[in-house]
């Protein structure tokens, strides 16, 4: 099938001239520069998508990862994407994914063998790409960190609205060429805006001319780019009081035409609300039909803002359509507005909200309406969430335009008006590597990397709502959760912080305890997790997150699996028994299988050797007394305990262990049995695949050392100090002989905790830590997750079919 044949099965249109161009340049292209509604999108994912599916001896990235600023973005492109999937057929062999303030629903980390669309915010995918993935328990970090910056195409989209995320997606595309990566590793970025020089950063280098892919004569000579190109917004300045809602509720009322869709962009959620409250007021003197204003913004939950997205795309009727909205539909957003209110911003987002008008040209000559109408209100310096020089800036832009038209074609000569790229903090060789490291700090705190994610105040914390709190409490579905700011400042935003007081709580979930526990406002930072209690307020469905409300909050579900903690077994693989004879050949067998997938990316004999014998050795500590016992507590009734003497991987059970073990980890032991028996070469080889069997949960890596206390002042908050990671210091303690399968039984093991130590032993016997730095060292840190996730995808595909009763 040709590419065009391919193209227009999926999306129903023709090629452009220069998306057919952009799959005859060999993957040259870094920098794609067309404007709004140009097809951006379909250019890239189709693109990857034939090469992956049609074009065999492509030399593709299994992973496409497409990176947008913003949640409402990320909606709106998963539902197309699995449109072209579903049209091209090839639903079984590329999966999608959306990864947006919490779990996605499809456990794609299962698959490292496998093509996937992954679709997210910035906010979510560079925490991930950095190590530090919000919205996750830390022991899955370094899964996801592995597969997105191996074998993957990364697109980022409407970069102009990413702030401190752009140089860090360039620094992590120069960084994967020097440090070194399984499979192609290539980024894509895109804007209708951006400057080749906003791509240059210490570790990546601009891209030259021949590398910026934009419309030429042939593509504004087809009828429908050309119509867009053409397209007429008429620019007016109004005089309404912005910070008055009846005023702007006033002013949007007056400029809609009936029949139209008029759109109003404010630059806050809260005056969005205002606004919307206003029009929809029945008392009110702007009241309009309720069912007709549709308020749109960032901080709803999934099925309010589901149906709100539905609502603003839906096929336009003969009755009237007001969008009351936020910067969340200013890129990317497929509406056209007859009639665009906005507040002063940025330039670079002025131009991406003339985009929501007249949008495919529809509004011409000939017809009813003559043009699109831009209409803009400015704010003053103190109450724009922007840069007072950058307001300046568009004000007099604007000013100068006044009665003019800002389509695409009457904009080709101001590109000079673009600011350089401001990259306030610019992530460093050095960082990314010391972010491998996933070991708490004293106090159990990991290095906050939201300056190099975002790095403006829109930066977050998810919250979700339950009627009851408690320590137990059900860890929350990615449906319920909500995206807020921190708050706290005068003038900015409201967030969590100005919704908690002296009757108000929050809790988070503290892994080490394996509880919800009540937090202080001093203690928020980026990309937690938050359980409020429903019944003191803080959500609306028609206005979405409010601070000051006290309304009672509708709780979808409250039962769910329970979060992940430090001493915690997936709860997943917790009801039938198995053997750990079986679950070792079963893990290996699945590493094989995923390997075997992998011949190209992964080449290395002695590589694939340590991988495959980490997954049969990976739970040989589990054959610890102490782990044995805790298998058979806890038991469902009338299920009885398996054989004294059959060591077991997995039980219907549900124990935990008491202060005398406090967070054992029987991976250690299976460390130490591949450093002593395992038949491979002394050395680097042994070294990965005893690596690899103590990471397969993400809870013992680079470093061996105790963990923060239970509770801070609790007189058990060190219960044991002779104890690290559950084993005995001073004596070492006996992992008995065990049973791998296939006649293999590994002898009793000597757990000697001396290997924690830093330096070189007395006999000569090198550290973990030594080891551990020794492998980041000759792999790099994109490789050596990869290959974590591996082990990990081997693990739990085996537990789940073991579960299922298939193997």
């Known amino acids: 099938m040709t590419y065009a044949g391919f193209f227009k099965r999926a999306t129903g249109f023709n090629l452009y001239p220069y998306q057919a161009r952009l799959a005859e340049s060999d993957g040259e292209f870094s920098l794609l520069r067309v404007p709004t509604g140009a097809g951006k999108t379909e250019a890239v994912i189709l693109l990857w998508l034939y090469q992956s599916s049609v074009c065999a001896d492509a030399a593709v990235p299994r992973r496409l990862v497409y990176c947008l600023p913003m949640r409402t973005l990320v909606e709106q492109t998963v539902e197309r994407v699995q449109k072209w999937v579903g049209n091209l057929g090839v639903e079984d062999d590329v999966g999608v994914v959306k990864l947006m303030d919490g779990e996605p629903r499809t456990q794609w980390h299962l698959h490292p063998e496998k093509r996937f669309i992954v679709v997210g915010t910035q906010d979510m995918l560079l925490s991930r790409a950095l190590n530090r993935g919000y919205g996750m328990g830390y022991n899955l970090w370094p899964v996801e960190y592995g597969l997105l910056n191996n074998d993957c195409l990364w697109v980022m989209d409407e970069v102009q609205l990413m702030a401190n995320g752009l140089p860090t997606s360039t620094q992590l595309a120069g960084l994967r060429g020097k440090l070194g990566t399984f499979g192609p590793a290539r980024t894509i970025w895109m804007s209708a805006t951006a400057r080749r020089d906003w791509l240059g950063t210490i570790d990546h280098a601009a891209p030259s001319e021949e590398q910026v892919v934009e419309l030429g004569d042939g593509d504004l000579a087809d009828p429908g780019l050309g119509k867009r190109h053409n397209a007429r917004k008429v620019v007016a300045k109004e005089t309404a009081d912005f910070k008055e809602p009846k005023e702007m509720a006033k002013l949007i009322s007056e400029k809609h035409e009936p029949g139209t869709l008029t759109l109003a962009i404010v630059n806050t959620v809260e005056r969005a609300q205002g606004i919307y409250k206003e029009l929809t007021n029945p008392r009110g003197k702007v009241s309009m039909d309720a069912?007709?204003?549709?308020?749109?913004?960032?901080?709803?939950?999934?099925?309010?803002?589901?149906?709100?997205?539905?609502?603003?795309?839906?096929?336009?009727?003969?009755?009237?359509?007001?969008?009351?909205?936020?910067?969340a539909v200013e890129a990317g957003v497929d509406i056209s507005a007859r009639t665009l209110i906005t507040e002063i911003a940025p330039w670079a987002s002025m131009v991406q909200r003339f985009g929501r008008c007249n949008r495919g040209g529809e509004f011409r000559p000939g017809k009813d309406h003559q043009q699109g109408d831009v209409l803009w209100v400015d704010v003053d310096k103190e109450t724009a969430p922007y840069e007072s020089d950058d307001i300046d800036d568009a004000r007099e832009i604007m000013e100068s335009l006044q009665g003019r038209s800002v389509g695409p074609a009457a904009l080709e000569d101001m590109d000079d008006r673009m600011k350089d790229a401001d990259h306030m903090t610019v992530i460093r060789r050095r960082d990314v590597v010391g972010l491998f490291d996933t070991t708490p700090d004293l106090s159990g705190s990991y290095l906050d990397v939201s300056q190099y994610v975002r790095g403006t105040e829109e930066t977050g914390v998810s919250v979700f709502w339950r009627e009851k709190p408690a320590e137990d409490a059900p860890k929350p579905r990615h449906d319920e959760t909500v995206n807020v700011p921190i708050g706290g400042t005068r003038g900015g935003p409201k967030g969590i912080k100005d919704y908690l007081g002296s009757e108000r709580r929050a809790w988070r979930w503290d892994f080490l305890d394996?509880?919800?526990?009540?937090?202080?406002?001093?203690?928020?930072?980026?990309?937690?997790?938050?359980?409020?209690?429903?019944?003191?307020?803080?959500?609306?469905?028609?206005?979405?997150?409010?601070?000051?409300?006290?309304?009672?909050?509708?709780?979808?579900?409250?039962?769910?699996?329970?979060e992940d903690g430090q001493g915690s077994e997936p709860t997943n693989t917790r009801k039938r028994w198995v053997t750990l004879s079986r679950h070792s050949r079963n893990v290996e067998r699945e590493a094989m299988a995923i390997l075997g997938e992998m011949a190209e990316e992964v080449t290395e004999s002695e590589v694939r050797e340590a991988v495959t014998l980490a997954a049969l050795y990976h739970d040989a500590g589990k054959a610890h007394p102490a782990f044995q016992e805790i298998l058979r507590q806890s038991l469902p009734e009338g299920e009885s305990p398996r054989g004294e003497y059959e060591i077991m991987a997995k039980s219907p059970g549900n124990g935990r262990f008491g202060s005398d073990r406090r967070h054992f980890r029987h991976e250690l032991g299976s460390a130490l049995a591949v450093l002593k028996y395992a038949e491979l070469p002394e050395g680097e080889t042994r070294d990965l695949a005893a690596y690899l069997a103590a990471a397969h949960h993400g809870k013992v890596r680079l470093g061996m050392r105790s963990l923060p206390g239970a509770r801070t002042g609790n007189k058990d908050s060190n219960p044991d100090p002779d104890k690290l990671l559950g084993y005995r210091v001073l004596e070492p303690e006996q992992l008995p002989e065990v049973d791998l399968g296939e006649g293999l039984r590994v002898p009793e093991t000597t757990l000697d905790m001396s290997i924690a130590q830093i330096g070189m032993g007395e006999n000569g016997r090198r550290s973990w830590l030594e080891r551990s730095l020794a492998l980041l060292e000759r792999f790099g840190p994109f490789r050596l997750a990869y290959l974590e996730a591996i082990v990990r995808a081997a693990d739990m595909r085996a537990s789940r079919d073991e579960q299922r009763g298939a193997n």
Do not use: C
């Not at 308020?295 to 149906?307: T, W």
């Not at 526990?517 to 209690?533: A, N």
């Open 291 to 327: 069912e007709r204003v549709v308020l749109v913004h960032s901080r709803f939950r999934e099925g309010d803002r589901e149906e709100k997205q539905a609502r603003i795309t839906a096929p336009m009727d003969s009755a009237d359509r007001v969008v009351v909205a936020t910067q």
């Open 514 to 562: 394996s509880r919800w526990e009540s937090i202080q406002s001093r203690e928020i930072h980026p990309g937690m997790t938050l359980m409020l209690d429903a019944n003191q307020g803080g959500y609306d469905p028609d206005t979405g997150w409010n601070a000051s409300s006290k309304e009672a909050v509708t709780v979808t579900e409250e039962e769910g699996d329970p």
